[in-house]
């Protein structure tokens, strides 16, 4: 099922406490706000230094332009950060998988599987990243496509842990690979049990 929400839905602070699984996935962004001031400081000295520089040698028209590097420059990390709002959280609740998707403005998509019939996979492309898919009854969605290749990883069998674990097995299947890959220990930083 998937339900289309347009309101806006902040990240939950905390995890769903009847849950046996829980994860919100957010993207990595390395430039916080501070480290967002220093640079744009340092961008407009650096081209206002330059542009006092060309406008003493005559060049004053070469001022405009230092001035529209610096703006174009706010307003790409002015959009970076509007794309980090996305996020995703799971949450496995008992006999449901619950994936709620938010976008960076603030519409939400809801999927809801059983976790008996869900199959988790990784799929890897030659030449491009991976893609965490989960499958059921004929529908697919890839979740933390926005994840680096180890964090999907680490997030997959943390996952299927948490799957085999509530199908009631304790037998763990292997998450299905392209190729071969020796299946190991979870790290499991997104496991929560109630």
């Known amino acids: 099922?998937?339900?289309?929400?347009?309101?806006?839905?902040?990240?939950p602070c905390c995890p769903q406490v009847d849950a046996e699984f829980s994860a919100v996935l957010t993207p990595h962004r390395s430039l916080g706000p501070l480290g967002f001031l220093i640079l744009m400081m340092l961008v407009g000295s650096a081209s206002f230094a330059a542009g006092t520089a060309f406008y003493r040698a005559g060049a004053w028209p070469v001022v405009s332009f230092l001035?529209?590097?610096?703006?174009?420059?706010y307003v790409a990390f002015r959009l970076n950060f509007r794309a980090a709002r996305l996020y995703e959280t799971i949450d496995l609740l008992g006999d449901e998988l619950k994936i709620l998707r938010v976008y960076p403005s603030g519409r939400s998509q809801c999927w809801s599987f059983n976790?008996?019939?869900v199959r988790l996979e990784i799929v890897e492309r030659?030449?491009?990243?991976?893609?965490?898919?989960l499958s059921s009854h004929g529908r697919t969605i890839?979740?933390?496509?926005?994840?680096?290749?180890?964090?999907k990883s680490e997030f997959a069998e943390?996952?299927?842990?948490?799957?085999q674990n509530s199908r009631g097995g304790r037998r763990r299947r292997r998450i299905?690979?392209?190729r071969k890959v020796r299946f190991r220990q979870p790290v499991c930083r997104w496991l929560i049990r109630a």
């Not at 030659?126 to 898919?133: F, I, L």
């Open 142 to 151: 890839v979740v933390g496509s926005f994840l680096s290749d180890d964090e």
């Open 176 to 178: 299905s690979y392209g």
């Open 67 to 73: 001035g529209l590097d610096v703006l174009l420059v």
């Open 126 to 133: 030659p030449g491009r990243r991976k893609a965490v898919t």
């Open 115 to 117: 976790p008996y019939w």
């Open 1 to 11: 099922m998937v339900i289309d929400c347009f309101t806006m839905v902040e990240p």
């Open 158 to 163: 943390a996952l299927d842990a948490a799957l």
